[in-house]
């Protein structure tokens, strides 16, 4: 939602991702205002059933929208990323960026949003030490593209074609290691 040109940021990792691995696949399992129960229910049974070399996970930020329950937040995430480990393909998991810079966060307050960003981070990034997934800061990385004009479409809150390439930007690096990994291990089999 929200770039006119290329997808989100999974079709353009795909796109990098062929650069220095031809051949290589997008399967996105990803529907559109989805909450970490929708994950759990929907996404991730069709992730169990879908040969992966590599798994990215982006959860949280209708959650927070939404203004769900964290412990329902924290509770599903365990659930998804336990379920993950029957994929038996690395995860590279994304917190949430820091969506109270957006232009549609001025109608609201900005600082509990943010707060509650943070809670529902907190738990991210526990859960991927926990289950030793590669961790993206994405609400760093939104903090450092603060200003920078064009990053949101007109709705003000999804990310346009430039913020879906920022995006792929911060999570490049973990992906093309993991990715060079799995190519490797799948090269010694």
Known sequence: MGAETGGGYP????????????GARLVNLSQSGATSSDVLESQLPRAKRTPADVVLLGIG??????QLPEESFSFN????????????????ICNIPDLALAPVAQRIDRTSYEKRIQLYNTHIEATAARHRFAHVDMF????????????????????????YEAWADAMW???????????AAAGAR
């Open 77 to 92: 995430l365990e659930q998804i990323a336990v379920g993950l480990a029957a994929v038996h393909a690395p995860v590279v």
């Open 173 to 183: 690096p973990a992906v093309r290691q993991i990715a060079a990994g799995a190519a």
């Open 11 to 22: 079709q353009r990792l795909l796109r990098r991702l062929q650069g220095v691995h031809p």
């Open 140 to 163: 760093a990385a939104s903090r450092r593209l603060f200003g920078t004009p064009g990053l949101f479409c007109a709705d003000g809150f999804h990310p346009s074609a430039a913020g």
């Open 61 to 66: 930020i209708n959650d927070v929208g939404l």
